[in-house]
């Protein structure tokens, strides 16, 4: 049997995170749909502007009220961390062909998580890694978007990069960091971004400490999904200017409006339990762990049907919400 260390309070009354030997809790999120709706940008629509895959607890639909604990309205998720209800979300990677049709880019699990239905998202929690006591847990009704869609190039969007000008044998792997400092009292804003903040100085994972603005830390939640654009490697494919053929779901051909969406939702004090876990959590796979991790198998079980009935595969003449490349 383990121990539990007794949650500690901050001064702002929230939970302290007691980060587990500093490693960071690693889950599989299983795609828990693909659908045209974004309750964070476009709360209510059903036909968000772009598609999205998502992943997490099953209340998921395009409303989310901020009121709502998402972990007593789910009855399943597709994480492997069978506590978090979360929902996270990012945009689909799309091919052009030469004839300018377009066609989904499959996605496959990270490593250790293949099994992954739809390859889902791989997902982290990073604690700050020279004070890892300190942070605090997200409160209920927490959320936020990282990165800019609107960014096309390297001086809009810092943390992104652009879609690389060359096959992959591998597939790309696309990884979306959230600010990990928080200005401690609200749970949005209204660019969904405000309300959170990066270090001034230096980056998190390094010590880079919060600014004075955003003085309360948060775990830094990493995101991880592989597209599997083997398919497409072919010199017979690829456009023949020699540009490259991947955009993503909201037209953007440079790579670098590639963003991310959090709803917090993890059941009660469970992600505070999964920080404090003397054993340490270092992946769901853990049978050390506190939070009776499910398996992949069993996180595939979790599904929702898509709210906008749509053709989103095969090869469409316009990706859905009809978006075009940016070219
Ligand atoms: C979303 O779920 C909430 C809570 O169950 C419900 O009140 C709301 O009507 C739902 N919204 C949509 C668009 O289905
Ligand atoms: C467009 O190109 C793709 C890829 O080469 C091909 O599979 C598809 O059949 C083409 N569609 C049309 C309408 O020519
Ligand atoms: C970079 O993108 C921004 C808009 O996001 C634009 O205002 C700026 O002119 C662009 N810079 C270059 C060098 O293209």
């Avoid at 607890?57 to 901020?66: D, E, I, K, V, Y």
């Avoid at 398919?231 to 017979?236: G, H, K, M, R, V």
Wanted: with cysteine.
């Amino acid at each position: 049997m383990k121990q539990i260390r007794a949650l500690g309070l901050s001064s702002l009354g929230l939970a302290v995170l007691a980060s587990c030997r500093n490693t960071a809790l690693k889950m599989s999120c299983s795609q828990l749909v693909v659908d045209r709706i974004d309750p964070l940008v476009n709360p209510g629509i059903l036909g968000s502007p772009h598609l999205h895959q998502l992943v997490g607890g099953n209340s998921l639909n395009a409303t989310m009220h901020p009121a709502e604990d998402r972990a007593e309205l789910s009855t399943c998720t597709t994480c492997t961390f069978s506590d978090d209800f979360s929902n996270y979300w990012t945009a689909i990677m799309y091919f052009r062909a030469r004839n300018g049709t377009y066609k989904r880019v499959k996605q496959i699990g990270t490593i250790g998580s293949e099994t992954a239905r739809g390859g889902g998202i791989t997902i982290y929690y990073f604690p700050h890694s020279k004070d890892p006591t300190n942070m605090v847990a997200f409160k209920k009704g927490f959320r936020m978007r990282n990165g800019d869609p609107n960014a096309r190039n390297a001086t809009s969007a810092s943390k992104t990069v652009a879609f690389p000008d060359h096959m992959g044998p591998e597939g790309i792997i696309a990884t979306i960091y959230f600010p990990p400092c928080w200005d401690g009292i609200n749970l949005n804003s209204p660019d969904h971004y405000s309300h959170v903040s990066w270090p001034n100085e230096g980056k998190y994972d390094e010590g880079g400490p919060c600014p004075a603005t955003h003085p309360v830390k948060i775990p830094q939640i990493v995101l991880e999904i592989r597209w599997d654009t083997r398919e497409f490697n072919s010199a017979d494919l690829w456009p023949e200017d020699g540009s490259q053929p991947f955009v993503w779901s909201f037209g953007d051909t440079t790579g670098y409006g590639h963003h991310g969406d959090y709803v917090f939702g993890w059941r009660g004090e469970s992600l505070v339990i999964a920080f404090s876990d003397d054993e340490g959590c270092a992946g769901a796979g853990n049978t050390l762990c506190t939070l009776g991790p499910q398996t992949i198998a069993r996180a595939n079980e979790c599904q929702v049907a898509p709210s906008v009935k749509e053709e989103v595969d095969g090869w469409l003449a316009t990706m859905p919400g009809i978006v075009e490349a940016e070219l």
